[in-house]
């Protein structure tokens, strides 16, 4: 399993390929690979949505998916 941090400067939930994941600021769990992160609720944010390769990553050193408020 690969680990992903998700950040916007508010808490919101998390979709991760269409599906809840979880909330920004947490240490999340995906398989290796592509995927795509989206942020729920208004649409306040950019950009819309990243679509990472997730790889090499640990508890200790996630990979950083950011989102900034527009």
């Given amino acids: 399993m ?3 941090i ?3 400067p508010e808490r ?13 600021g947490n240490v999340l769990m ?3 690979g592509t995927h795509r992160f989206q942020l729920s609720g208004p649409q ?3 950009p819309k949505w990243r679509q ?3 790889k090499d990553t640990t508890p200790a050193s996630p990979m950083e998916v950011i ?3 527009v």
């Fill in 30 to 32: 995906v398989e290796k």
């Fill in 67 to 69: 989102f900034e408020k």
């Fill in 44 to 46: 306040n944010y950019k």
């Fill in 52 to 54: 990472p390769v997730v």
């Fill in 6 to 8: 998700v950040t916007y």
């Fill in 2 to 4: 690969e680990h992903v």
């Fill in 12 to 24: 919101r939930e998390i979709v991760i390929d269409g599906e809840t994941s979880g909330y920004t």
